[in-house]
């Protein structure tokens, strides 16, 4: 009987990495969840206990990862549209999320799980609240999720439940599902999080050793009223908390100048770069190049469904690739490899996960996406990755396998109950009230 836990993927096409695309015969061999061997051509090792999955009409690729979200505002998808940042935060969201219930985060992050699966994303961020049914979820899912406690600190009752909440969150939670479910602390800004507040989360996260993602340097609102409170910008007052003398991802990054790129740069901070949801909130374009060139490791995000409104990292790679050519007047500023690598490899790194972490090479995880060289997006091909970057779309996904698990087998999904998550997300928000 064939060995279940050693899969060959026989595939038409094979993108290891950016730097490294095959277009014809390859392969990818992973033993449980993590990948075994790859490349070129037809596999010539011992194919004994193998089982064979052929799919030559398919190019392989690293799963997405989307390195900033909300994973269960997918419950408020386009329920407060075209209104900036403050607006649609304190009038629109914040009186939403006061409705919310364990139940509906549960339903609210599955469909966002099936949304993210079927659009090619293995690995995503999360920052919300009822954060273990957010896990939950999660795991359910079969996805890879980096979940955080969103940290709001208006109070100090606030601040005391949820530095409780994020130890006991990590307590239950942390590397379930074989490292699936990773835990981080996410206090939410610091124009929602006092000085003090950040402090105490800095010290909670050398701790518990667990990475801080945070918001960051969103709007000129922001950065004008931080220089009138601190004296300073977002970054440089998160600096002085002694934020960044812990792994942190900040999400956003729009309004930074070079002071800000550096600090940045020095602390080794990541940032999640989320242009839809920025360009939606008319928040502004993150100079992602300049981030680039001073060695931040730059990721892409669709941030949560009600700012963006959806989670196709398909169309954050496009964008990433096409915006900053027209901001800049310059068609080399980010190429198709380079876009690629922010939503691979560079994703991986911005969320904390290990070298070699979103490449199909040995040792990574098996997170792996299956796009049909059949439909019109790959016909024909000069440059398989450039097909990937400016042309394909979620609609060329087949099949997501994560950690070696098949989570969408030939582009249904076979982790979740679909036709359930579409009822009981109806029904809930049907009790909303706006
Ligand atoms: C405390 S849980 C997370 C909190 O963040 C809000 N949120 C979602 N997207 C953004 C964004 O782009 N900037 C700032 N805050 C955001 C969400 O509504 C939750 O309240
Ligand atoms: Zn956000």
Redesign the pocket.
């Known amino acids: 009987m064939a060995n279940e836990h050693r899969v060959l993927l026989e595939v038409g096409g094979l993108i290891r990495s950016a730097a490294d695309v095959i277009d014809g015969p390859s392969y990818v061999l992973w033993n449980g969840s993590t990948i075994e061997a790859s490349g070129g051509g037809v596999y010539d090792g011992d194919r004994t206990g193998l089982h064979v999955v052929r799919k030559m009409s398919s190019v392989a690729m690293p799963g997405l990862v989307n390195t900033?979200?909300?994973a269960a505002m997918t419950l408020f998808r386009s329920a407060g549209d075209d209104v900036p940042l403050q607006t649609w935060l304190t009038e629109k969201m914040f009186p939403l999320e006061q409705q919310l219930t364990a139940e509906a985060v549960y339903w609210g992050t599955q469909l966002a799980c099936w949304e993210m699966a079927v659009s090619g994303t293995t690995c995503f961020t999360d920052?919300y609240f009822y954060m273990e049914e957010s896990a939950r979820a999660t795991l359910d899912s079969g996805l890879r999720g980096i979940l955080s406690v969103g940290l709001l600190g208006f109070t100090e009752e606030m601040q005391k439940q949820g530095i409780a909440d994020s130890r006991s969150f990590k307590a239950g939670w942390h590397q379930r599902g074989d490292g699936r479910i990773q835990v981080t602390l996410g206090p939410h800004a610091p124009y929602t999080c006092p000085p003090a507040f950040l402090e105490q989360v800095t010290d909670l996260s050398a701790e518990l050793d667990l990475p801080i993602q945070i918001?960051l340097s969103e709007t000129a609102y922001e950065v004008e009223e931080s220089h009138r409170q601190h004296g300073k910008s977002p970054i440089a007052h998160v600096r002085d908390c002694g934020l960044f003398t812990r792994p942190v991802l900040a999400?956003?990054c729009v309004h930074v100048n070079a002071e800000d790129i550096k600090i940045m740069a020095e602390h080794d901070v990541r940032a999640a770069h989320?242009p839809q949801?920025n360009l939606k909130l008319g928040s502004g374009i993150a100079p992602a190049v300049a981030l680039r060139n001073a060695g931040i490791t730059v990721g892409l995000g669709t941030?949560?469904a009600a700012?963006n409104n959806n989670l196709d990292m398909f169309e954050e790679l496009r964008l990433a690739a096409l915006l900053h050519k027209g901001v800049l007047q310059d068609a080399t500023a980010v190429t198709a490899s380079e876009a690629f690598q922010m939503a691979t490899a560079d994703g991986a790194r911005a969320v904390f996960q290990p070298a070699g972490t979103g490449t199909l090479t040995p040792g990574a995880n098996a997170d792996v996406v299956l796009l049909n060289l059949d439909n019109p997006s790959f016909i024909p091909t000069y440059n398989l990755l450039s097909n990937v970057v400016y042309a394909a779309s979620a609609s060329d996904v087949t099949d997501v396998y994560v950690a070696g698990q098949p989570i969408v087998v030939n582009g249904e999904p076979v982790t979740m109950d679909t036709e359930q998550i579409r009822w009981q997300v109806r029904r809930i928000v049907g009790k909303f009230s706006r």
């Open positions: 900033h979200g909300h920052m918001h999400a956003h989320n949801s941030d949560g700012s």
